[in-house]
């Protein structure tokens, strides 16, 4: 099956600065790779995914790059700002119909604290 | 995005005994998830709920401990029973919508703790 490993567990950055977070997968299948923001006591958010025929995606200041050929994918947060400071998830899935791998891994997760 | 809500938000509960969690959904969806997330976590997928048929648990997790329901295309849920102080977690449940989409949203989630 699918398994998703993410790193750092913690980063730390300058307000302002930009923030990487990398993950790998192991299903050469997975082609469906969203990103989770997670504040404290609450629940985790879809804040932007790509599929597995794009390179890149853009939103604002967060930036998510895909490749295919390395199986991994990272996160980019430009400017970050204190309420950017949470639990950031990658995941990997597999397309929905697939039968039984219809189904969305988590990796384990990074701690991002902004610093004023 | 479709409304997800749990029930109980929270509960404390004694070991050996079982809670119910409900999951209800504003509109209808074909695909349902329950995931666990302990202290400092990630989420780890127990079951996709089929409606109208069998849950489908991943490896680890069994229909004795977690036995789901799913009587229709809003509502599903997931009781924990036989409870011990491991199964102290957060439990979310979680929908894909449009059923063929790929985007998966979740549920506020329900905080139990287990004494």
């Known amino acids: 099956g699918e398994n998703v490993e993410q790193h750092p567990s913690t980063l730390s950055v300058q307000e302002g600065d930009s923030a990487v977070i990398k993950c790998t997968y192991s299903?050469?299948?997975?082609?469906?790779f969203p990103w989770y923001k997670q504040e404290l006591g609450k629940r985790p958010q879809l804040i932007i995914d790509?599929?597995?025929?794009?390179g890149e995606k853009k939103d604002q200041r967060i930036a998510v790059t895909l490749n295919k050929t390395a199986k991994h994918f990272s996160l980019h947060i430009t400017e970050t700002q204190p309420e950017d400071s949470a639990v950031y998830f990658c995941?990997?899935?597999?397309?929905?119909?697939?039968?039984?791998?219809?189904?969305?891994?988590f990796g384990s997760g990074t701690r991002l604290s902004i610093r004023p | 995005s479709a409304v997800i809500s749990q029930k109980p938000s929270r509960d404390i509960c004694q070991r050996g005994t079982s809670l119910t969690i409900q999951c209800q959904v504003d509109?209808?969806?074909?695909?349902m998830f329950w995931y666990r997330q302990q202290p400092g976590q990630s989420l780890t997928l127990i079951a996709t709920?089929?409606?109208?048929?069998?849950?489908?648990?991943e490896s680890g997790f069994v229909i004795d401990k977690f036995p789901i329901s799913r009587p229709n295309l809003t509502f599903s849920t997931l009781t924990v029973s036989n409870m011990s102080p491991e199964d102290s977690s957060i439990y979310l449940c979680?929908?894909?919508?449009?059923?063929?989409?790929?985007?998966?949203?979740f549920g506020p989630g329900t905080r139990l703790t287990v004494t």
């Open positions: 299903d050469s299948a997975s082609n469906y």
């Open positions: 509109s209808q969806v074909t695909m």
């Open positions: 709920a089929n409606q109208g048929s069998e849950a489908t648990y």
């Open positions: 979680s929908v894909r919508e449009p059923a063929l989409s790929y985007e998966q949203y």
């Open positions: 995941a990997a899935s597999i397309t929905p119909g697939r039968s039984s791998a219809s189904k969305i891994i």
């Open positions: 790509i599929r597995s025929n794009v």
